[in-house]
Antibody, heavy 123, light 106 residues
């Protein structure tokens, strides 16, 4: 069974950093692009960042560009999100999601989602 | 603009057809996907590449995409279909979601 499990969320003060983790299982991790998607309480889905299977193509939402860094370690079947200079508006449930194939391109969608990890930003 | 616009809410009676739209500039030139999210649960993909259903998604879910509008159609809507629905498309190395539509089955 294909599964994604996020971890690393927690409470952090504005301006501080946090690193999120996503462990994939049940599929050949390096053959698929991966994404981070967040959802603030009571709000809709917001794409945060995506990375292709080879880490050669990476994209970020304008709202996090320059502050967040996505990366992956295919040897460990793991996806990461380094979040720096956190803001109150970054507070959300962060989902890890799997793409349909290796590349990060126009046919993209997310076919498997984790349960999410909660990030709280507050002083 | 890469924004996707959905109606905030749609209501339908059980057994009737629900139609949820998603509008964006030249959206028909891109692939659209749709996700269902029930309260307290993670999103579930219900339509991808405009019209395709993942395995396990009932046939009553269908999609289309042309011009500036993608459409999710739920035929014979059931109470279990009550949920939030999000459209999604890709645009220049970014992924865009619509604001979401709350489907109420009255």
């Amino acid at each position: 069974e294909v599964q994604l499990e996020e971890s690393g969320g927690g409470w952090v003060q504005p301006g501080r950093s946090l690193r999120l983790f996503c462990a994939g299982s049940g599929f050949t991790f390096d053959e698929y692009a991966m994404h981070w998607v967040r959802q603030a309480p009571g709000r809709g889905l917001e794409w945060v960042s995506g990375i292709d299977g080879n880490s050669g193509v990476i994209g970020y939402a304008d709202s996090v560009k320059g502050r967040f860094t996505i990366s992956r370690d295919n040897a460990k079947d793991s996806l990461y999100l380094q979040m720096n200079s956190l803001r109150v508006e970054d507070m959300a449930l962060y989902y890890c999601a799997k793409g349909p194939h290796l590349g990060f391109d126009g046919s993209h969608h997310m076919d498997v989602w984790g349960r999410g990890t909660t990030v709280t930003v507050s002083s | 603009s890469n924004e996707l616009t959905q109606p905030p809410s749609v209501s339908v009676s059980p057994g009737q057809t629900a139609i949820i739209t998603c509008s964006g500039d030249k959206l028909g030139d891109r692939y659209a996907a749709w996700y269902q999210q029930k309260p307290g649960q993670s999103p579930v993909l219900v339509i991808f590449r405009d019209t395709k259903r993942p395995s396990g998604i009932p046939e009553r879910f269908s999609g289309s995409n042309s011009g500036n509008t993608a459409t999710l159609t739920i035929s014979g809507t059931q109470a279990m279909d009550e949920a939030d629905y999000y459209c999604q498309a890709w645009d220049s190395r970014t992924v865009v979601f619509g604001g979401g539509t709350k489907l109420t089955v009255l």
